[in-house]
Structure formats: C-alpha cells, structure tokens
C-alpha cells in the first residue's frame, strides 16, 4: 500500500492550489482517504476525507467552504482542491488511508509522505 502527495508550492493569500494523492497496492473504493496538515510548531490536524464506496465528504470547520476532496477511482487518485487560501493555511499537507469513517490521524493506517504547501505574498 502506497500513498504519494505532491502539488504543493507556493501560493498568494487568495490563491488555489489542488493537492494530488497517487495510490497503489489497493483498490481506492474500499478505503476512506483524509487529508491531514501539520504547520511548524504545531500538532497534526485533520483537513478532510471522503469515506470510501459513496464518496461523501467531510471537512474540517477551518476549511469548510474553502477546500473540497474530490475521488477519481480510474486514475487511482484523490484531489484536494484548496481555494482562497490564508496564511494560517501554510502547512505540510499528508494523505492518508483508513477503513473507517474518520478525521481521526491514529485511526488510519497508511500514510503518504507530504507535501508543502506555502501561503505567502
């Protein structure tokens, strides 16, 4: 089981920027992916996930609005599209695998290295 973010850069306040998470050694449909973020200094923070088979989304108050998590079974792939992004948005961004329903990080169990995300003029 594998789990790559990349997109991650560097983006104005204001700005969009949409995560990828590349998976493999499982099928997509049976597992729950979340996206989780860790700024410096701080602990690890749910971002959002869509449960797996119905696809329904949940997110994080912070985010709500602004971030939507989106799944593409052909490609393997889930997106986090993030809009009108903030400073405070600044953070390494992860994506994780779960067979549960949660925003929980102990709950998952496999886990993709991240990618950094900077929101800055």
């Known amino acids: 089981v594998q789990l790559q973010a990349s997109g991650g850069g560097l983006v104005q306040p204001g700005g969009s920027l949409r995560l990828s998470c590349a998976t493999s050694?499982?099928?997509?449909?049976?597992?729950?992916i979340g996206w989780f973020r860790q700024a410096p200094g701080k602990e690890r923070e749910g971002v959002g996930y869509i449960t797996k088979r119905d696809g329904r989304t949940y997110y994080a108050g912070s985010v709500k609005g602004r971030f939507t998590i989106s799944r593409d079974n052909a490609k393997n792939t889930v997106y986090l599209q993030m809009n009108s992004l903030r400073p405070d948005d600044t953070a390494v961004y992860y994506c994780a695998a779960t067979n549960m329903a949660t925003m929980l990080a102990y709950d998952y169990d496999y886990w993709g290295q991240g990618t950094l995300v900077t929101v800055s003029s």
């Open positions: 050694g499982f099928t997509l449909d049976y597992y729950a």
